[in-house]
Nanobody
Framework: VQLQASGGGLVQAGGSLRLSCVAS????????MAWYRQAPGKQRELVAV???????NYADSVKGRFTISRDNAKNTVYLQTDTLKPEDTAVYLC???????????????WGKGTQVTVSS
């Protein structure tokens, strides 16, 4: 199983980006999907999470500005980022809890991330 994130880039403050993360491989079921971010010199932080049933939760710092969604048919999770701020600059990583074909135990998978840079 692999997770491939895309959609990052350089944007001015107040702008928007739509991040995507596609899971591929021998996937039976994807449970929780999430976006994390890590800025230089800082700890990795959870940005947004969406459960298999579609419930969502957000970090306080992005509430009202970011929206997480998923397309189960495409094994894809999205993060719409609006009203971006310089402090949103980080590598954004996707994470998913996946049950693989032939197993019944969920495992944690990580993508390599996509860089988001917000200029002031």
């Amino acid at each position: 199983v692999q997770l491939q994130a895309s959609g990052g880039g350089l944007v001015q403050a107040g702008g928007s980006l739509r991040l995507s993360c596609v899971a591929s491989g021998s996937i039976l079921y994807i449970n929780r999907m999430a976006w994390y971010r890590q800025a230089p010199g800082k700890q990795r932080e959870l940005v947004a999470v969406i459960t298999g049933g579609g419930s969502t939760n957000y970090a306080d710092s992005v509430k009202g500005r970011f929206t997480i969604s998923r397309d189960n048919a495409k094994n894809t999770v999205y993060l719409q980022t609006d009203t971006l701020k310089p402090e949103d600059t980080a590598v954004y990583l996707c994470n998913a809890v996946i049950v693989q074909v032939g197993t019944y135990s969920p495992r944690d998978f990580w993508g390599k991330g996509t860089q988001v840079t917000v200029s002031s």
